[in-house]
Structures are given as structure tokens and as C-alpha cells.
């Protein structure tokens, strides 16, 4: 009973491989992660050399923790999170880094993170209330759509790791109505992203 029940598994998994095989999910993450190297390694640069040739981060980001309640920048980091991730979180964590409590106000960027998620998911539910709008955003996400109902939550996963729009993602699973409960869960790794890019940008700064 124990082998065919491992049998099974396996066979499931083989199928599930094939599946991701051919249509295209192992070639869509292998091209997200390579585009993603591009805008982190600008990003470094740029702070690289803002740092050395036009004026300190590090004072920069002390005026502003200085200047702006924790609850001002945490508030627009939610908003920017909410509305298509208009703000690179990156930006948001190298403040943390400066913060009086650097690892609370990351949870806290991570937590507004994952929360402006699920306010883009009943965002994307929503806009199938309304035939207009729907149409609309069929259209211009088309393409991310398509993919959410291919994949489901191995594509919620990717863009909570990768540094593409979570807000993007998640606004496409509301649209095709994926599980909410399953979403929440998937959606729990966008902390890691926050926890595994801290590691290199509160070095830097």
C-alpha cells in the first residue's frame, strides 16, 4: 500500500513537471529572475554612486527617520503596495535599516506589504463586478491573467519573491477568482523577500 502510495506521488509530480514544462513556467521564472537581476544591480549602483558623488545615504536616510513619523512612511509604503507597487520596496527598506528598531519597521514594511496584497486581490475581485472596468483590465493584463490561470500559486509565489508589482499579481488573482485562503498562504513569502533583501541593502547602508 505504502509503494503505490508513493507511486502515486511520484507520478503526480512527474505530470505536474510536465505540466510546468510545457507551458512554459520554468522558462517565465528563469526570465523573471534574470530581469529582476537588472533592477537590483542598478539599484546598488545607483546607491553606490549617489553615495559617493552627490551626497550620504546614510545622513539622507537619518534626516528622513529624523523628519517623518515611522507611521507616515509605513502609510505610503501601504498605499504604493495597494496601487501597483508604484515605490520600489527597496527604497523603503534601506529606511528601515536607518530606523531606531531596523528588523521591527522591516516586519512592519512586510506586514503593509502583504496587506496591500490583499487589498489588490479585492481590488481585482471587484472589478469583475463592474463589465466596463473588467473588460478594461482584461485587456491590459492580459498576459499576466492568462499566466495567473495557468499556474495559480506557483505565479503568486514568483511574485512575491521576485521584485515585480506583488500589487500586479495579485490583482490578477482576484480576477480569476483564485482561492483566497490558498492566496494568504502563498502570499506569506513575500516576508522572506523582505527578511532576504534586508540581508544585502541594511550592509549597504
Not at 505536474?16 to 522558462?27: A, I, K, V
Not at 542598478?42 to 550620504?56: M, P, S, T
Not at 490578477?172 to 540581508?199: D, K, M, N, T, V
Request: charged share 15%; net charge positive.
Amino acid at each position: 500500500m505504502k509503494e503505490k502510495a508513493k507511486s502515486k506521488k511520484k507520478s503526480r509530480i512527474r505530470l505536474l513537471h510536465q505540466y510546468y514544462s510545457y507551458t512554459g513556467f520554468y522558462t517565465f521564472v528563469w526570465n523573471s529572475i534574470k530581469k529582476a537581476i537588472i533592477p537590483i544591480v542598478l539599484f546598488v549602483g545607483a546607491l553606490w554612486a549617489i553615495d559617493r558623488y552627490l551626497l550620504d545615504i546614510e545622513d539622507m536616510l537619518v534626516t528622513i527617520t529624523e523628519t517623518y513619523a515611522p507611521l507616515e512612511v509605513l502609510s505610503i509604503f501601504f498605499l504604493s503596495e495597494s496601487l501597483l507597487g508604484l515605490v520600489p520596496p527597496e527604497l523603503f527598506i534601506a529606511w528601515a535599516g536607518k530606523s531606531s528598531s531596523p528588523i521591527l519597521f522591516l516586519t512592519l514594511l512586510a506586514t503593509a506589504s502583504y496587506l496591500g496584497g490583499i487589498v489588490s486581490y479585492w481590488l481585482g475581485v471587484s472589478i469583475t463586478k463592474i463589465p466596463a472596468v473588467h473588460k478594461a483590465m482584461e485587456l491590459k493584463m492580459a498576459k499576466h491573467i492568462k499566466n495567473t490561470r495557468k499556474w495559480g500559486g506557483f505565479l503568486i509565489i514568483v511574485g512575491a519573491l521576485l521584485p515585480i508589482p506583488f500589487a500586479m499579481t495579485s490583482i490578477a488573482a482576484g480576477i480569476i477568482r483564485f482561492p483566497f485562503s490558498s492566496y494568504l498562504i502563498f502570499g506569506l513569502l513575500r516576508f522572506a523577500r523582505f527578511y532576504l533583501y534586508a540581508l544585502v541593502i541594511f550592509e549597504m547602508v
